[in-house]
């Protein structure tokens, strides 16, 4: 596939420009209603397939297939993500309001990682070939993983990475608007909200380790893999605020998922030396497994409407009062003319 510079410029300048668009849509905290969250989340999903659909029109079907099952997979996969964000939210007790700031930050960090880890898997793959065995062996142990501990969910309340961020980062015990640092008593001091963003960002990092190897069992070209990976994750927040309190309801996901990175890891193995399963079986077997699994959810628990997690009786953290965000200070020191030389 022949992918010009100016080509992977106009996608990088696309990607920056709707992220700038939602954030103007959403710069004032507000509560995400599901209507919103469906009209964005139609938005972005539409992008998505269109720009599938020009790759199938300039590249051909091949490229085309494997971008939307590398699309597929990536957005798949994503739901887990949705669904760990609402434990970590509801752990925390993180006002709705100031929800969507976190997850826009946390979809930035993830394009730059995911973009890092597509390169270093693009130089590993082209350097070492045999390096496609240890991507599948990955795949398949994951996938197995993934069933055995298919009822197990995230305890935020165990996270290292929390409880070193809270050791070595000066930090308030009260959320200050959709402020992560603040400046009190001249001391610049993180909120629970700078926490929670960094704790959402290492959960994806931790996600991208399967997604990013799955990925490269349908297709090889570095500009499908991160065109596929971006346009999934670019929907995320709204698939949030969609999604999140119908958690209960998708009981058979996890297992759809399960499947897919086994698909993907056998794919990917018999790829290397044996033989290569064609993209459109790929992509049938994926898309079956997917909404089988969601199918099968959704009659299981035919009848039961949306329903929110329940927060903790004593949450760790507490919005701060009126009089305390009076008494925040500027994050620059304004410096009088009398003490500059």
Known sequence: MDVSLWLWFSVLGLILGMLAIDLFAHRTAHVI??????????????????????????HGAEFGQQYFAGYL?????????????????????VPR???HRVLFFGVLGALVFRGLF???GSVLIASFG??????????L?????MIRQRDEHLDPSTSRSLRLFRRYVPMTDAY????????????LMATPLLAVLVLVEITDIIFAVDSIPAIFAVTDEPFLVFTANAFAILGLRAMYFLLADLIHRFVYLKVGLALVLVWVGIKMLLKVDVFYIPTTVSLAVITVLIGGSVVLSLRATRG??????????TPPFRVATDEEMAELEPLRRRHSPATIR
């Open 33 to 58: 209603a599901v209507r919103e969250a469906a009209a964005w989340s139609a938005v972005w999903i539409t992008i998505g397939v269109a720009f599938g659909a020009w790759v199938w029109w300039a």
């Open 304 to 313: 039961q409407g949306r329903s929110a997690l329940q927060p903790p009786a």
């Open 130 to 139: 045999w390096i496609l065995y240890l991507f599948a062996g990955f795949l």
């Open 118 to 120: 597509i390169a270093g």
């Open 73 to 93: 997979i990536e957005k798949s996969l994503a739901v887990d993500n949705v669904f760990v964000w609402a434990i970590i939210f509801t752990f925390f007790a």
């Open 141 to 145: 142990w994951t996938g197995v993983r």
């Open 176 to 187: 200050h608007g959709q402020r992560f640092v603040i400046r009190r008593a001249g001391v």
């Open 97 to 99: 309001e100031f929800q």
